[in-house]
């Protein structure tokens, strides 16, 4: 069972990926959604997926940093609502709330995805300067869900800063791998949480033991291969092809408006040749 946005009312929460995009975030869903099965919560596939998604995340940064309890109880009603009916979440925006979805739910297993920070920028460098083009704005403006791509980027930005821009630098580099890994493990200790670390590499074993369940079997008692995707490669080609329906979208509506202009460009000329037919026969007369 794969990633989904079609939760199941009769699931509940039992893993919170706590890692970092591009460490396995992907492979991790579909294992989880394998082992527990049920729909795993890919939240930066979401975005792109779901118009309800994108604005809700919206609604919900533009209420950090919490500075009231009707603020912490609006941003879990809005966490809830959004992981409700999943077995597992993971990647950004879930993993900026690690805290207040402890709190939500306690008895979930936090599972931290890892990946050598240099192999981890060089994967990541590129979409963060991919995600500070402007011009996104004008692509994605006709696309449900990613017209809101500028929107979520802005709000998301307060509660960015607040857990990785404590210092008050503002440029993001491979660092913010350490100071997001260092968030994690310290809100598992202030919540009493063990936080356990995986990596994809290491296949089904590790991830099987923390969750005290066997390795997955077919039918005919053969192990369920390990879901091995590349992140990179995968929201790479998501990312391309929503470029491209968007590019799509703005060249239909350009060809929609010229082929009116060019209808309204005939019937002008036709109703002008027509008046000053009029025009011409009462002149022979």
């Not at 492979?27 to 890919?42: D, E, K, T, V, W």
């Not at 009916?85 to 993971?90: D, L, P, Q, R, S």
Request: aromatic share 12%.
């Amino acid at each position: 069972m794969a990633p989904s946005l079609h939760p199941d009312p009769s699931k509940s929460l039992l893993v919170i990926g706590a890692g970092m995009s591009r460490t396995g975030t992907m492979s991790l869903a579909y294992a989880l959604s394998i082992l527990l099965n049920g729909p795993s919560y890919h939240a930066g596939s979401a975005l792109w997926q779901d118009e309800r998604h994108a604005k809700r995340w919206i609604s919900v940064f533009r209420r950090t940093p919490m500075q009231t309890r009707a603020d912490e109880a609006f941003v879990k009603d809005g966490l809830r609502w959004l992981h409700s009916g999943h077995v597992a979440c993971m990647d950004a925006p879930s993993i900026w709330f690690i805290g207040e979805l402890i709190d939500l739910y306690p008895s979930a297993t936090v599972i931290a995805t890892t990946r050598d920070i240099d192999a981890w920028w060089r994967s990541m460098e590129p979409v963060m300067r991919q995600y500070r083009l402007r011009a996104l704005a004008f692509v994605f403006y006709l696309l449900p869900a990613l017209r809101y791509w500028t929107s979520f980027i802005q709000a998301s930005g307060h509660r960015f800063a607040e857990l990785y821009l404590g210092d008050g630098t503002m440029t993001v580099t491979k660092e913010w791998y350490n100071r997001h890994m260092d968030y994690v493990a310290r809100t598992c200790e202030e919540k009493g949480k063990k936080l356990h670390l995986v990596s994809i590499k290491d296949g089904w074993e590790p991830l099987c033991q923390i969750l005290s369940m066997d390795v997955p079997r077919d039918e005919k008692g053969d192990v369920v291969p390990f879901p091995r995707i590349n992140d990179g490669a995968a929201i790479e080609a998501l990312y391309a092809m929503q470029i491209k329906r968007g590019l799509t979208a703005w060249a239909m509506l350009f060809c929609a408006v010229a082929a009116v202009a060019a209808v309204v460009a005939v019937m002008v000329g036709l109703g002008w040749a027509w008046r000053n037919g009029r025009n011409s026969s009462y002149l022979v007369t």
